[in-house]
């Protein structure tokens, strides 16, 4: 339904006929502009879908939850009124209205002359062209890492049942209640919680950088939004997701530095690579 009522709006969006475009009207170099900048809000929604229709495929045939998981009921709102407003936000920003920074800068110039208005719309569609073909880049390749580093998880988390479903006898849950945890091999780096629920460090793809890459290729699907769309809405989207995984991010790290006693010798960062 977005993706059609953003198709609606790209096809009405410009304010005259298209067939009366003239290099030397300002107005028609607006119009124009502005169907452009419809375009990109269209391609912001297209990616906001495939988005979400992978994260729901992830949730039903990816992920293995813990039945023992909670999480508060105020932060589960909170994500509900994000997502919903997240998704809404290429309908609300008009495009080249202003709510955008980057759409209608170049719109008209009616100081300057027609040829040098001209001149200046077609160099910067050509930049904008770029930017939306970078930003779509960016989020087809988070979006992979993102669904391998899911994957390597729910592979962890699945190997680690059906292991203690065959071997969690009562002798071998005294013999590794007496067994430290973390001795650097990849097998036996696991911790155990109170319910006999076992977690062993993730290896491979980004994770051979950070802690958590689901989190960095999250933040870079946003970062793709902001490319295409340039507004100020998916800026402040951006800056909000960014914000709390950083701080989710940190949590973990600091999890698995306090429950692997050798996990600092794989020199991760928690969720930028060599900085952060």
């Known amino acids: 339904a977005w993706i059609l009522f953003g198709t609606v709006r790209f096809m009405c969006c410009n304010d005259g006929d298209a067939s009366s475009y003239s290099p030397s009207s ?20 297209a990616m906001m879908q495939l988005h979400g229709f992978r994260r729901l495929y992830e949730c039903f045939r990816v ?19 994000f997502y919903l407003l997240a998704t809404l ?19 008209s110039d009616s100081s300057g002359s027609s040829s ?8 910067t569609t050509s930049i904008k062209g770029w930017t939306a073909s970078l930003g779509v880049a960016l989020f087809l390749l988070a979006s992979y890492h993102q669904h391998r580093c899911h994957r390597i998880l729910a592979d962890i988390r699945w190997r680690n049942k059906s ?34 629920s076992h977690y062993s460090v993730p290896y491979g793809d980004w994770f051979r950088h950070v802690s958590s890459p689901h989190y960095l290729a999250e ?10 769309s340039e507004t100020a809405t998916q800026i402040l989207c951006f800056v909000w997701v960014a914000s709390n995984l950083c701080i ?6 600091r999890w698995y530095l306090s429950h692997f006693s050798s996990y600092a010798q794989l020199k991760r960062k928690a969720i930028i690579p060599l900085l952060f």
Request: charged content about 20%; some cysteine; aromatic content about 6%.
């Open 26 to 45: 300002p107005s028609s170099l607006s119009s124009s502009h502005r169907r452009a900048c419809g375009g990109k809000q269209l391609i912001v929604m």
């Open 63 to 81: 992920h293995r939850f813990s039945r023992n998981s909670r999480q508060h009921v105020i932060v589960t709102a909170g994500g509900i009124c």
């Open 89 to 107: 936000a290429p309908v609300v920003d008009p495009p080249g209205g202003g709510g955008s920074f980057g759409c209608c800068y170049c719109s």
């Open 116 to 123: 040098a208005v001209h001149d200046h719309s077609i160099r």
């Open 163 to 196: 292991t203690s479903k065959q071997q969690y006898s009562k002798r071998s849950r005294r013999r590794r209640a007496d067994s430290s945890v973390g001795h650097g091999d990849r097998n036996s780096a696991r911790s155990a919680d109170d319910n006999g």
């Open 219 to 228: 933040i870079l699907i946003y970062a793709a939004f902001v490319i295409v």
């Open 248 to 253: 989710t991010a940190h949590k973990t790290h």
